[in-house]
């Protein structure tokens, strides 16, 4: 199989740095793990926080812990550090190899959703964020890993869009596209599905904007790994 991955990110108005992280880790024993961390608040701030949850998720994935001990540490890390004054969520999406599966573990509110055999399906429900209560577990949510799925998420800058003018993402027309979504038009895709939710909120978002996808396809073509990517400074 090939995992085909893309993400977009679009920092709150006026500021110059995103208070989410997206992160790609490769599994010890197969598959990748995409992980999204969004920081209370804005700014660098929040990006302290982000990147501290983000990373603490890509230490743990890379030494072979497994996603729910992953969330249930990074919750424990930033309670202690900051003993339960600041929150963050955090959602990893994995397709892993050896189990042959995918693993979504949420905390977060924003959904996931994902496509298996043609069929697009929201993953949602209660999901406490990290960092206020001791005792805060993901949702975890475990799927067999087939070819032609994908799976989408996002942060909440994305579900808030356009709200301030009465204004909101066309979720039937989103659930559509996912539906014939091609593989090969991920990217492309991701940066025009971001670039809607701004112009949502008339070209200055109201919070930090993220968006990844995680891909799966089968593939019996030569082992060459492309990564391609865009970050101004």
């Known amino acids: 199989m090939r995992i085909e991955v893309a993400w977009a990110k679009m920092p709150k108005g006026g500021f110059g740095e995103s208070g989410d992280s997206i992160e790609l880790v490769e599994r010890p024993l197969g598959g990748l793990s995409l992980i999204l961390a969004d920081g209370q608040g804005s700014g660098p701030a929040a990006k302290r926080i982000a ?22 540490a990074v919750q424990d890390m ?44 929201r993953i949602e429900g209660h999901s406490d964020v990290i960092g206020t ?3 805060t577990k993901p949702a975890i949510t475990e799927l067999p890993l087939i070819a032609d799925s994908l799976y989408l998420t996002f942060s909440d800058g994305i579900l ?16 559509t596209q996912l539906e014939s979504l091609s593989l090969d038009d991920l990217n492309q895709w991701v940066e025009e599905f971001i670039h809607t939710a701004v112009e949502l909120d008339r070209g200055r978002p109201g919070d930090d904007m993220s968006v990844m996808m995680l891909g ?3 593939d019996q073509g030569p082992s060459l790994r492309r990564l391609h990517a865009s970050i101004p400074y």
């Not at 990147?51 to 969330?71: N, P, Q, Y």
């Not at 979504?104 to 509110?109: D, E, I, K, L």
């Open 51 to 72: 990147r501290m949850v983000a990373m603490k998720a890509v230490a743990l994935i890379a030494e072979g812990s497994r996603d729910g001990a992953v969330a249930r």
């Open 78 to 121: 930033l309670y202690t550090a900051r003993e339960g004054r600041v929150t963050a969520t955090l959602t990893v999406i994995t397709a892993d190899l050896y189990s042959r599966t995918v693993l979504v573990s949420r905390n977060a509110a924003c959904p996931v959703w994902g496509r298996q055999e043609g069929r697009v399906f």
């Open 133 to 135: 209560y001791r005792k």
């Open 160 to 175: 808030t869009a356009g709200r301030r003018y009465d204004r909101t993402i066309n979720w039937e027309a989103v659930e």
């Open 216 to 218: 799966v396809r089968d």
